[in-house]
């Protein structure tokens, strides 16, 4: 049994953050996991997902901006 870390039907956003507001909140989650010990399997998990939510917020503020 595999559990993903994204489910588009469980975890879909309906919220997008502005572009300004996604970048420091990816630069935050930068910084919360930077130091993070890669032999803590809680800490890669806890920053797997931060990195990852981090990443969606800014994907979809840039989609949102209509490069």
């Known amino acids: 049994m595999t559990f993903p870390l994204y489910d ?3 975890d879909g956003n309906s919220w997008t953050p502005s572009l300004d507001l996604a ?5 935050g989650a930068l910084a919360r996991h930077q130091s993070s ?5 809680r800490a890669m998990l806890m920053a797997a997902v931060g990195l ?3 990443l969606r917020h800014l994907v979809a503020a840039l989609d949102n901006e209509a490069w």
């Open 23 to 27: 970048i420091d909140c990816a630069r």
């Open 8 to 10: 588009a039907e469980r």
């Open 52 to 54: 990852e939510n981090a």
């Open 37 to 41: 010990d890669i032999h803590d399997d």
